[in-house]
């Protein structure tokens, strides 16, 4: 069977509500970016039987970052998409008080990155939202090798370096080496006003879309590096009542170009 089609079925069961242990569990509350997500699922289950017939393809040459990204530098010319990840972590914080009179300082992030290439090459609309929905997955552990519902596999994992040198390492086991990122932030700007807040859309709101560059020391062919469609992760507006240091919850898709 065409793997688009048992990905776009299996997002859209878990969305629905059939039996599983995601749904059984309430991780998804019912929130109007669900039902709009839904919605466009039952749409393209019925484009994907339509082409089931034919074999899928993948084509990386379709892949566009989302349009909001225009305020961000395009991809410098000759540079090619070379995956598209879907992120789920934490954005990690600390607080010198845990007074309203300072402000959260944001120390670095974690989260595995699954591999969505395919899904951007052919449901743009879907990998925009994935984040909104990926957010309310449970956190995957460092092991988890496929993220569930659509099952999509695990492609690396991102930490940093030291608070501004943010790492993508994409070599998860023998077989599996796709290099390592090690970039430096370039260019950012506000995630728009109606990206998803956090998990079932409360929270502070979405953390910043990311122009990044590879330097030194990266190894494979990486280049830039967009971080678009967050959902979550952002603090709160100051640290009152919070401990040392916190995560806070977050999604988001990661463009890997080269
Ligand atoms: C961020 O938080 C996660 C989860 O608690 C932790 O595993 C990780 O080491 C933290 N990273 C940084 C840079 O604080
Ligand atoms: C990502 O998934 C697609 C479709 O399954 C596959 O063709 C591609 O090789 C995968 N990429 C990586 C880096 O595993
Ligand atoms: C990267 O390495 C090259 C070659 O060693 C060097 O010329 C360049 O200055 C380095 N760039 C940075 C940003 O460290």
Not at 77 to 83: E, F, P, R, W
Not at 123 to 143: D, E, F, H, R
Not at 203 to 212: I, Q, R, S
Request: hydrophobic fraction near 40%; charged fraction near 10%; charge should be neutral.
């Amino acid at each position: 069977m065409n793997y688009l089609f048992v990905l776009v079925v299996s997002l859209a069961a878990n969305v629905a509500g059939a039996p599983s242990n995601i749904v059984r569990n309430n991780v998804y509350g019912y929130s109007a970016e669900l039902s709009e997500f839904y919605s466009r699922v039952s749409h393209y289950i019925g484009e994907v039987r339509q082409a089931s017939a034919v074999s899928p393809t993948c084509d990386t040459s379709k892949i566009t970052l989302p349009a909001q990204a225009s305020e961000l530098p395009a991809p410098p010319a000759g540079q090619k998409v070379l995956h598209v990840a879907v992120g789920r972590g934490t954005q990690n914080y600390t607080c010198a008080d845990s007074t309203a009179n300072t402000e959260p300082a944001a120390i670095g992030a974690v989260a595995s990155l699954y591999n969505a290439t395919c899904i951007a090459a052919n449901y743009p609309a879907l990998i925009s939202m994935a984040p909104g929905v990926v957010i309310n997955i449970a956190l995957p552990t460092k092991s988890s090798s496929t993220l569930p519902p659509a099952n999509l596999d695990l492609l690396g994992h991102h930490f940093f370096e030291d608070s501004t040198t943010p790492v993508f390492n994409l070599d998860t086991t023998s077989e599996r080496q796709y290099g390592i990122a090690i970039s430096k932030k370039k260019a950012s700007m506000n995630a728009p006003s109606n990206a998803v807040k956090g998990q079932h859309n409360a929270g502070n709101g979405a953390v910043a879309w990311l122009y990044l560059e590879a330097v030194n020391g990266t190894v494979g062919d990486y280049k830039s590096i967009y971080r678009v469609n967050t959902a979550g992760g952002n603090p709160p507006a100051t640290c009152e009542g919070m401990d040392k240091t916190f995560t806070v919850q977050y999604s988001a898709d990661y463009y890997f170009y080269g």
